[in-house]
């Protein structure tokens, strides 16, 4: 008789809805709290041309140019591409590789002094910089204000070989060529500049 179960008594139950209450509300409390918390102002957009090197060159192309925009899309136009995998194949493969693998060792200097070319897919550091840096580089060269006065490079000038147009074909080609991660990533770093 004395071993049959003892019902819960009545004071504890209502401890135990008082905790559970007190429990309940201080973790909603602190969901709200962190739901409704203030936000940091928005940043302003830096502008890209409003300061820095790059604002120097008058030809870099702008966001608001159709082929820039075609370039920006997420999904390239397909003959943009393939017009671009014909000038990539023909200018830049020797150096850069068929498959956009770069040299061998490209972050080892050469003997020269002098930096391999680098890969131009997800391992290199092209998706690093905005189109406007890319274009410029490939038409100029790795010069000032892209690179330091005096830096030698083996990256040629292609604006006698190139036109505009086919320049911005072949960085289409090039960014046709990056994973989707590699896309966001970039989304990400470069958020804040007008142009990409
Ligand atoms: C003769 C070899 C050679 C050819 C051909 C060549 N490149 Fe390069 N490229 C280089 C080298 C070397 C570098 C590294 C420059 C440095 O850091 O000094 C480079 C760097 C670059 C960069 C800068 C990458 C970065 O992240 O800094 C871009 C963009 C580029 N090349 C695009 C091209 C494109 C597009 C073509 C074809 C139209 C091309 N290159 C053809 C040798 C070449």
């Avoid at 309940?24 to 409390?29: Q, R």
């Avoid at 300061?51 to 390239?76: H, L, T």
């Avoid at 910089?129 to 010069?143: S, T």
């Avoid at 204000?145 to 070989?161: K, N, T």
Wanted: aromatic fraction near 8%; hydrophobic fraction near 35%.
């Amino acid at each position: 008789m004395s071993d049959a179960p003892k019902p819960p008594s009545p004071k504890w139950v209502s401890r135990l809805i008082t905790a559970s209450v007190i429990a309940f509300g201080a973790a909603f409390t602190m969901f709200a709290y962190w739901v409704t918390r203030p936000q940091p102002p928005q940043a302003e957009p830096a502008r890209p041309d409003a300061s820095g090197p790059e604002a120097d060159r008058a030809d870099a192309p702008r966001s608001d140019s159709p082929a820039v925009s075609a370039i920006f899309a997420r999904k390239p136009d397909p003959s943009l591409v393939a017009l671009g995998k014909t000038a990539y194949d023909r200018q830049c493969a020797s150096c850069h590789g068929t498959n956009l693998e770069g040299q061998p060792n490209w972050q080892r200097r050469l003997p020269n002094g002098r930096m391999p070319a680098p890969p131009h897919d997800d391992s290199g550091h092209t998706w690093h910089h905005p189109e406007r840096i890319l274009f410029g580089m490939v038409k100029h060269g790795v010069v000032p204000p892209y690179a330091p006065p005096g830096y030698q490079s083996d990256m040629p000038a292609f604006q006698s070989v190139l036109s505009d147009d086919e320049i911005r074909a072949v960085l289409a080609y090039i960014k046709s060529r990056w994973s989707p991660k590699v896309m966001a990533w970039r989304a990400e770093a470069l958020k804040n500049l007008e142009e990409r």
